[in-house]
């Protein structure tokens, strides 16, 4: 993996002014990935976006964890069901 593909978790922390264990707990709950070199955590950086979206949420609107949790598996349903509707409607399209 190359270094400009990861993030050290403690810059982004002060990039984002987050507290390093607001990370932590989100690789606890298993939300996040973060990557051990050298005794040095890092993020993956296509992470990114992803994490800004969580702590949007948790900042913006004040959703804790256990929330953002299941806010995430429910977006993550709802676009297994879009795509799934989509290929029934291409399946149908077949037939017509």
Request: charged share 30%; with cysteine; hydrophobic share 40%.
């Amino acid at each position: 993996m190359e270094s400009q593909e990861l993030i050290i978790v403690d810059v982004f922390c002060q990039e984002y002014q987050i507290e390093i264990n607001f990370i932590h707990d989100l690789e606890e709950f298993g939300l996040i990935e973060t990557v051990v070199v050298q005794e040095q955590k890092y993020l993956l950086k296509n992470q990114l976006a992803f994490i800004e979206k969580i702590i949007r949420m948790h900042n913006d609107l004040h959703i804790n964890k256990e929330g953002i949790e299941v806010i995430l598996d429910l977006l993550e349903k709802n676009k297994q069901l879009e795509n799934q509707i989509k290929n029934l409607k291409e399946r149908i399209n077949l037939y017509e």
